[in-house]
T-cell receptor, first 117, second 109 residues
Framework: DTEVTQTPKHLVMGMTNKKSLKCEQH?????MYWYKQKAKKPPELMFVYSYEKLSINESVPSRFSPECPNSSLLNLHLHALQPEDSALYLC????????????????FGPGTRLTVL | SQQGEEDPQALSIQEGENATMNCSYKTSINNLQWYRQNSGRGLVHLILIRSNEREKHSGRLRVTLDTSKKSSSLLITASRAADTASYFC?????????FGKGTMLLVSP
């Protein structure tokens, strides 16, 4: 199984809502990532988990809260978002060995299209 | 700031033609990767070229790397309508990938 799945595919939420994005992989990858992508822009890294521990937080506002409950799952909890947070949120996974995370191919999910009203 | 800068930003060709996209970066790298993204979807890894490699092939893809010029090129030969997508180069930063701005390729039948 070489697939990364993400749910939901689309999400519309108000600024006072609390919601969660979910990501799952069964490739045995021990590194998982959250990216944010605005229209016609490249993906921007938000968080990296390595062996279920948060290893990189790219100065993301606290209204985004990641969680890695086990080696196959990655969640992104959302609270009090702003309209400018509307974007495609991509999850990815990779092996976590071999000289560093960036030396390994990342497998991406299809993304969650988030709209904040 | 982003490492990779692709050019052109957009490229429109006919089926059967070759498409060449270029990527320039600013600092030393361990490897450079190319990804494809169909409209509004996830990214698909195409090829990884290490800093000690100069050229790599995968099917209809040919990637070159010139570390002295800090640049890479992706050549897609005999393009097909299904190759229509955005193409990103990505360079290794501190344990993470940084994506360039991308080239949007349109292949017309």
């Amino acid at each position: 199984d070489t697939e990364v799945t993400q749910t939901p595919k689309h999400l519309v939420m108000g600024m006072t809502n609390k919601k969660s994005l979910k990501c799952e992989q069964h490739m045995g990858h021990r590194a998982m990532y959250w990216y944010k992508q605005k229209a016609k822009k490249p993906p921007e890294l938000m968080f990296v988990y390595s062996y279920e521990k948060l290893s990189i937080n790219e100065s993301v506002p606290s209204r985004f809260s990641p969680e890695c409950p086990n080696s196959s799952l990655l969640n992104l909890h959302l609270h009090a978002l702003q309209p400018e947070d509307s974007a495609l949120y991509l999850c990815a996974s990779s092996q976590a060995r071999g000289g560093g995370l960036g030396n390994n191919e990342q497998f991406f999910g299809p993304g969650t299209r988030l709209t904040v009203l | 700031s982003q490492q990779g800068e692709e050019d052109p930003q957009a490229l429109s060709i006919q089926e059967g033609e070759n498409a060449t996209m270029n990527c320039s970066y600013k600092t030393s790298i361990n490897n450079l990767q190319w990804y494809r993204q169909n409209s509004g979807r996830g990214l698909v890894h195409l090829i990884l070229i290490r800093s000690n490699e100069r050229e790599k092939h995968s099917g209809r893809l040919r990637v070159t790397l010139d570390t002295s010029k800090k640049s890479s090129s992706l050549l897609i030969t005999a393009s097909r309508a299904a190759d229509t997508a955005s193409y990103f180069c990505a360079t290794l930063g501190y344990s993470t990938l940084t994506f360039g701005k991308g080239t949007m390729l349109l292949v017309s039948p």
